[in-house]
């Protein structure tokens, strides 16, 4: 399996911006299919934004028109280009693929 690292994450006011990555252990190629995951205390993991193997990407309604989900090619990195932040997007933030693992995922803290 392949081991990815989340990183970018923080603390932020709201309206604010934060850029968060994904880091793979080794070149892929070609893309697999990857996701962003979110989970704040108490509440059950929640999907955030996907892109497939064709660079089809979907959103969860909370947060369309305010994320963007892309990669670099060949995929060794993948990001989630977070706007318009509120408080209600506070939670730990996993990256995940068909490839790859569970990591530790990055805090994001959006607070004033």
């Known amino acids: 399996q392949v081991h990815f690292v989340e990183s970018g994450g923080g603390l932020v006011q709201p309206g604010g911006s934060l850029r968060l990555s994904c880091k793979a252990s080794?070149?892929?190629?070609?893309?697999?299919?990857m996701d962003w995951y979110r989970q704040a205390p108490g509440k059950q993991r929640e999907f955030v934004a996907g892109?497939?193997?064709?660079?089809?990407?979907n959103y969860a309604d909370s947060v369309k028109g305010r994320f963007t989900i892309w990669r670099d090619n060949p995929t060794t990195t993948m990001y989630l280009q977070m706007n318009s932040l509120k408080p209600e997007d506070t939670a730990v933030y996993y990256c995940?693929?068909?490839?790859?693992?569970w990591g530790q995922g990055t805090q994001v803290t959006v607070s004033s």
């Open positions: 080794r070149r892929i190629f070609p893309a697999p299919a």
């Open positions: 995940k693929s068909p490839v790859g693992d």
């Open positions: 892109i497939t193997t064709t660079d089809t990407t």
